[in-house]
């Protein structure tokens, strides 16, 4: 049995201390759970006030001495008791209110095995009102009074305050939700269960909160120490696993608590989701507002739907989602999280929709924007399936796992970065999502325009260019699908403030030589220096981004000029040297891998023009060589497509750091080398 | 520590014991949880066959009176040993394999924890081939072998039977794999946790199977006894709840199992999805087949997938659905349940769609239909948010609850039944369906369409009549909505080789006066009986889907004849008495319930006319009123869409059993009685 509270409730004169206790314990009066103490008081019993017990004072100084009080003290003339009785109440599970005084707090704590001081404060005015109004003291006696500063309450004492400065009946109530939840308190204690990756927490059947408050397909709120989590509730038999006041937690859910085991901890249902009329409304087929998707996705991310109604929002708002819903959803999502401030009037980025290999552009755009002058911010992401991605290739330089506070630094330094956004942009919403997208195979073009836009705006942007190659091989598949998701792109920028140009581009084959981080990364160096081997179309599409890029600098205004002042900067060598400073700025790897030593050349098996190069199959290969995680594996392409091939010549050689990786690739180029042959 | 295992190889001469304990042995070798007993046998160690410890007879006797043996006996004039020792590899928890002999069987089971007799057999062609091989015996004496049966295992004894006809590998993987599947087992134990409808299987962290092997998100398949159950793997901590042997249950898997405590069980991980693509094209919008609906429907019910993707399919699919799908998934669930034959040419049924109160025509058109004499084996709902279903109207005369045999025998005697469809056409499919669409309020007419025909299927119906009430206040909004429906009806029905005749019907208000079990079988009655007060509006509406019904007859061919022998049957007060055949037969309930008997009139505020009257809201007033549950609670109305009224003249009665039913049924029409008044 766990021993009862004991209450003591304290507070200067002219609070409302006997008022609240007495609405207290007019309302407890049926619960058999609370006690509430009559004291023992060197008053006549027909004296009014309190009703209490009365006693001489040596009477009541003789029971002291005998261990008959809990406490004794004297105040105002007179001398007060708590009977040694109550202490029989508290260790038979009663809770015990009891009108005490500040000065014996020290001593009852260390009586009792549990004890809450319930301070009662009310506003001076307030306070200086109800004493008035009792008439028994002058008002400077009154001021004096309470010129007189409450003394400070140990740290060591736990203490939960009680302002009376409304209506009695305000006060009662405030004072009776107080000790009702300290007494819901529960006592953690972890079970040694491990649910995989599911919070549970443990309600014994017989336990002080009843368990049908909190069972269900629902999920409960637990907090304490100012921490909280979310969880599923099971119920464990009585006398088993769990005493009554305790709470069990999965590994999981203790770990993910992080209080120590014993700490108090107090249960709540976890409120219904506010949005569920909205969520209903999606999946039925109908358009939502910006204020529905703010509420559907605040309760999506804090847990609040069961996995099968996320799924359904999810499916339908893949199927059908209006440009102003998109919109809607972009600033809906920026507002998830801090924005980047940059003191600058343009803020450029760059997006690529849709992997082509090789197309590693943004390690040259970037250092010419930096070498004009503009800021960009740029964050990047690494290969999910591909061979690299921009923060792949960009690690072979540089450190790419930056801090908000690096790429401030970086930006201010070197006028941009090319930063990993994993950590950057990391959001809790797509956690939620792609865990339940991903397994299903769920893929919106327009839902993701929502997600990049909303990205764009969370980094400070304020102009951004953004690449949709299509091809029968890309992502998407039609000039006309890619120009459509320009016009959204555009559309949807518009409506959040940025000025966003999205240009449909040939993504009929991969762009440049090397795929693989470190064989990309050779191809922009020789772009970067103007090499004789540096691969032309790579370079041109650099120039044609950076080129739109810098047109939106009012001094060169026109894409023409742009391009022409970045053929500039790259002819100069100042791109090159750009790049060296953001390098430098985000951390130089001291050793830059090269492309992998060993060596495989897949050739053509008969004569041919290449009508067409599968870019899926050669990222195919490049990985199973051992990109991205070997930098230096991958694939060096020797011929492009429309090139005439004879019998025998090579068509691209293979990179791998390990004889094994390599006998895989060569085994997987084997089945299917990805060149397309017109005869 | 659990002890090990005694496995006791037997069998007989021939059978290639030998060769399969060695080829276990060898495979086990280094397995430190087996032992291979080595026995003892008075015959010289260097006499060949299997390695043993030689010994003399007199030694051997001498050892076994000390206690030294666990079990020794005599064959082929020879005698064998099996060493004490064994016992202590048993209680260190190691598994011992013996070569033994039938007759000790039972002296060694009551010496050992735990034992288990593998029983090798062959067919006797292969082990006279086999003894004929080693030419030892003549051929008689061979077939002599052969012909002594062999003697039947006690049934205390756990047998496990290898059966060793082919090559010896074959045989050796067979016996390895038993061993293992036996030593695989789990001991059931039932957890205190009840994990709210969730059925989990705790694998200790130690336990002998590994966790590694069932931890993560997926189900496993936990069997034994003849019963088997799927569930959620939660991991316990080494040393706390289970033993290495045991596995824990929740209370909910343990009482869905149902073996007792102590049962040995064996667990595998639930094989994954085979529909899976199927169910990503459907999620991602593409169109399934028959197949694909059978496969991803059958791993659906079998729980292999979570709810989010369970519920990602359905909202595609409520998305859309051709309608070949539509055909595809009735002919496909109509497979998942045993479907009902009838040894008749024509069989009929008739089904309507979004309730319409009042609208009780299948207690007038089933009584006709039969008193004409076609088969009609109709099955009805009960209420759901309506006031009355059929099932629940036919109940205020007879039993509705049947089974198969009940529904069997009352077509057989009446000709007709009205059964309720609850046990009837129990559907796990909807089951699993239900419990998501319901939250989430996916309804889809075209899904429904599916389902119904596949029911009519399983019902064994050959001709169906679709009732479909269009209207401002009905489920189907209007009649280009209902025809539409309606065409696809009769696709559907036609694709899986039903004739189906789907009519858009109005929908505009309540059919009949009565609105509640009780008072919807007076109106049926009135009408069944040539009343003056019947209402010609249900009366109508029956006669018109009887003439249609029996139009279907070939002697009668056309609709208008139908509609004829229809009215014929209704004024000969045969169709009166074919009711009757149908309540005698189906359990006539002993007191009919009549509308109840405390009333409240609900009157026209002001003068108008009708102008229409919201079904929704006249069947939640019935329902306050206490129906369907009290069959005698609802609403007569006294005037219809179209009536002229006064101010203060009647509009509806309604009837309730007790006061406060009544008193809130007032206070809700008070603020809403359905009825819209044209000034």
């Known amino acids: ?389 921009t923060a792949d290739a960009m690690e072979v330089l540089a450190k790419v796992d930056l801090t908000v506070d690096d790429v401030r630094r970086t930006v201010e330094q070197a006028r941009a970065c090319i930063a990993w956004n994993g950590r950057l942009n990391h959001s809790a919403v797509d956690d939620v999502m792609n865990a339940i997208t991903r397994p299903l195979g769920i893929d919106s073009n327009r839902w993701s325009v929502a997600s990049i836009i909303s990205k764009k705006l969370t980094a400070g942007s304020t102009h951004v260019a953004v690449d949709l190659p299509y091809g029968r091989r890309a992502k998407l598949r039609s000039e006309a699908e890619a120009r459509e998701l320009a016009a959204l792109f555009e559309t949807v920028g518009r409506s959040v403030g940025l000025h966003v140009e999205a240009v449909a581009t040939c993504g009929a084959g991969p762009i440049g030589r090397g795929i693989g981080p470190a064989l990309e990364v050779r191809d922009v160096l020789w772009v970067l220096e103007g090499h004789e081997q540096a691969p032309a179309d790579l370079r041109e599409k650099a120039l044609a981004f950076a080129g739109r890029i810098l047109s939106w600098d009012p001094a060169i205004a026109t894409q023409e000029r742009g391009r022409a002042r970045a053929a500039e900067l790259l002819a100069s060598g100042a791109a090159r040297q750009a790049l060296d400073g953001i390098v430098a700025a985000q951390g130089r790897r001291e050793i830059v891998p090269k492309p992998a030593a060993l060596t495989h050349t897949v050739r053509a098996s008969c004569p041919g023009r290449i009508g067409e190069i599968d870019g899926w199959c050669i990222a195919g290969i490049a990985r199973r060589a051992g990109a991205p995680f070997d930098k230096g594996a991958g694939i060096d392409l020797l011929r492009g497509v429309g090139d005439d091939v004879t019998a025998g010549e090579g068509l691209f050689t293979i990179h791998a750091s390990a004889g094994p990786d390599l006998e895989a690739a060569v085994a997987m180029a084997a089945q299917d080398d990805g060149f397309v042959l017109a005869r």
């Open 1 to 389: 049995m766990r021993p009862g509270i004991l209450f003591v409730v304290v507070g200067p004169s002219g609070v409302g201390k006997d008022t609240l206790i007495d609405g207290a314990r007019a309302a407890l009066s049926a619960d058999p759970r609370f006690v509430f103490a009559r004291r023992l008081i060197t008053r006549p019993a027909d004296a009014g006030g309190e009703d209490h017990e009365a006693i001489s004072e040596e009477a009541l100084l003789a029971l002291g001495r005998d261990g008959g009080l809990l406490a004794t003290w004297g105040a105002h003339g007179l001398r007060y008791g708590l009977p040694i009785s109550l202490r029989d109440d508290l260790l038979a599970g009663r809770h015990v209110v009891a009108n005490g005084s500040r000065g014996v707090l020290k001593d009852l704590a260390a009586t009792v095995p549990r004890m809450i001081v319930l301070s009662i404060t009310a506003s001076p005015d307030v306070v200086a009102r109800r004493l008035a109004g009792r008439g028994r003291e002058s008002a400077e006696e009154i001021a004096l009074r309470l010129a007189r500063a409450a003394p400070d309450l140990s740290d060591a004492l736990e203490v939960l305050t009680v302002t009376n400065d409304g209506a009695p009946d305000e006060g009662i109530e405030q004072l009776l939700s107080v000790i009702d939840a300290a007494t819901r308190r529960l006592v953690l204690k972890p079970l040694p269960i491990d649910g995989w990756r599911d919070s549970i927490v443990y309600l014994p059947a017989d336990g002080i909160l009843g368990v049908e408050e909190f069972d269900g397909p629902g999920k409960v709120d637990l907090a304490g120490g100012g921490r909280s989590i979310r969880a599923r509730v099971n119920v464990v038999d009585a006398g088993t696993l769990l005493a009554p006041h305790e709470i069990g937690l999965s590994r999981e859910a203790f770990a993910t608590l992080g209080l120590p085991a014993g700490s108090e901890v107090s249960l709540t249902r976890t409120p219904p989701q506010r949005s569920r009329d909205a969520l209903r409304a999606k999946v039925q087929g109908r358009e939502l507002d910006a204020d529905d998707y703010e509420t559907v996705l605040r309760d999506i991310v804090e847990g609040r739907y069961p996995d099968s109604e996320i799924a359904a929002f999810l499916v339908a708002a893949t199927r059908s989602l209006s440009d102003a819903e998109v919109g809607a959803l972009a600033s809906v999502r920026a507002g998830f999280s801090t924005p980047l401030r940059w003191d600058e009037p343009i803020v450029v980025d760059k997006h690529s929709m849709g992997g082509i290999p090789g197309s590693r552009i943004t390690l040259i755009v970037a250092p010419i924007v930096a070498a004009h002058g503009l800021a960009m911010p740029k964050t990047s992401s690494r290969a999910i399936t591909s061979a690299a991605g």
